[in-house]
C-alpha cells in the first residue's frame, strides 16, 4: 500500500495538463482585462468619428498630428 501512495505522490504526468489549464485561463483574464480597458476608449474614439461624419464642422472635429 505504501508503494502504491508513493508512486501516486510521485506521478507527474497530469501537472502538465494543470499547469496549460492555468496558463490559458491567465491569458484569458489578461485579454478580458485588456478588452474592457481598450473597449471604452474604441468606443468613444468611434463615436466621434461618427459624430465627425455627421456634422464636420463640429468642434470636436478636429485633426490633431501626434
Not at 14 to 24: C, D, K, R, S
Amino acid at each position: 500500500m505504501y508503494q502504491l501512495i508513493k508512486k501516486f505522490y510521485n506521478d507527474e504526468s497530469g501537472a502538465t495538463m494543470v499547469e496549460y489549464a492555468i496558463m490559458v485561463a491567465l491569458i484569458a483574464v489578461a485579454v478580458a482585462a485588456t478588452v474592457i480597458l481598450v473597449g471604452n476608449e474604441m468606443n468613444t474614439m468611434f463615436s466621434q468619428v461618427v459624430q465627425c461624419l455627421e456634422d464636420p464642422n463640429s468642434t470636436t472635429c478636429t485633426l490633431t498630428a501626434d
